[in-house]
């Protein structure tokens, strides 16, 4: 991709991982496609990740925020100070702070892919390496079966480690990540929202078929485990923001649905075989859920809790 050519403008955001921010700049430096732009919201105003970038990437901006806002808002930051320089003609990716490309190739070709279905579907709003469809009316996530891989891929998101590139049209149609999911479930909102906004979003299916071989999750199916997770802060994020993200997006049965079964049925089901576990877990999903219902977002369960 030549200068004349749209531009390539990563967020990255990290949270106390200096070292991995050190990894992935050098990665990103043995791009054969490097980076035009390059935004570091460090969500922890480190002086060690300060410094890395500054040594390590002196083109970059680095953001300090003032508090932790988690990868949605830090995401929503980045974006919006790329979106300032942009050209509708660019694209931006979203970068973790622990998932370096796997080789030097990795941002060339997703740039020839987002190029090549932008070409063929104008409506094209981001491309990566692998996602997922989503079921509205059950509220759950539709794994994307083998035999669809030997082409381009329809997705409704693009997970986040996955190099998401999203046209900056797109971006300025529906706005930024939602800063207040602060965790868990950004992806998917940010892809159902541009779905709703007429958009369309896309995977390289020889690619991530590849990666499926090489990974060996050929024949895999999604089904809801019956066993209670480790009990973790993630926990909580993930049944609000999904019931949240699920309220909005119109699918309010699937979202009482999520609150009744994953909420409130699942633990109870396990209170005769793990009954402290099963009451710690009611205990954090009715908080969760009644959070969700009545819109208390943001950062509310500390990290690391």
């Known amino acids: 991709m030549s200068r004349a050519e749209p531009r390539l403008r990563g967020v990255l955001v990290t949270f106390r991982r200096p070292a991995g921010v050190r ?5 990103l430096a043995a791009q054969t496609r490097p980076l035009d732009d390059l935004v570091v919201v460090d969500n922890d105003n480190d002086s060690t990740t300060r410094e890395i970038v500054r040594t390590g990437a002196p083109a970059a901006e680095y953001v300090p925020a003032a508090e932790n806002l988690g990868p949605a808002g830090g995401i929503a930051v980045g974006m919006g100070r790329l979106l300032e320089r942009a050209s509708d003609s660019d694209w931006l990716v979203t970068l973790d702070d622990d998932n370096p490309p796997l080789d030097e190739t990795t941002l060339e070709r997703l740039c020839e ?3 090549e279905m932008s070409g063929r579907e104008p409506l094209t709003a981001a491309v990566g390496w692998a996602g997922a469809r ?21 997705v409704d998101y693009i997970a986040g480690n996955q190099y998401p590139l999203y046209s900056v049209v797109a971006v300025r149609a529906v706005g930024p990540f939602r800063s207040d999911l602060f965790f868990g479930f950004e992806e998917l909102e940010y ?9 369309k979003l896309f995977c ?12 060996e999750r050929l024949s895999t199916t999604l089904v809801p485990s019956r066993r209670l997770s480790a009990l973790t802060w993630r926990r909580y994020y993930a049944l609000r923001n999904l019931i949240s993200i699920l309220r909005d997006c119109g699918a309010t049965p699937a979202a009482l649905r999520v609150t009744l079964v994953a909420g409130i049925a699942k633990p109870l089901v396990n209170e005769a075989l793990h009954p402290r576990q099963a009451l710690l877990h009611l205990q954090l999903n009715a908080r969760a859920c009644r959070d969700a219902w009545t819109r208390r977002m943001g950062r509310v369960v500390e990290p690391m809790s």
């Not at 539709?142 to 082409?151: M, P």
């Not at 892809?191 to 958009?199: K, P, Q, S, Y």
């Open 113 to 115: 892919f987002a190029l």
């Open 204 to 215: 390289d299916g020889p690619t991530w078929y590849a990666r499926r071989t090489a990974y």
């Open 134 to 154: 989503f079921d509205r009316r059950k509220g759950q996530m539709v794994r994307i079966d083998d035999t669809e891989l030997g082409s381009t891929v329809a």
């Open 23 to 27: 990894t992935m700049l050098m990665s």
């Open 191 to 199: 892809g159902l929202r541009l779905r709703d906004a007429g958009f």
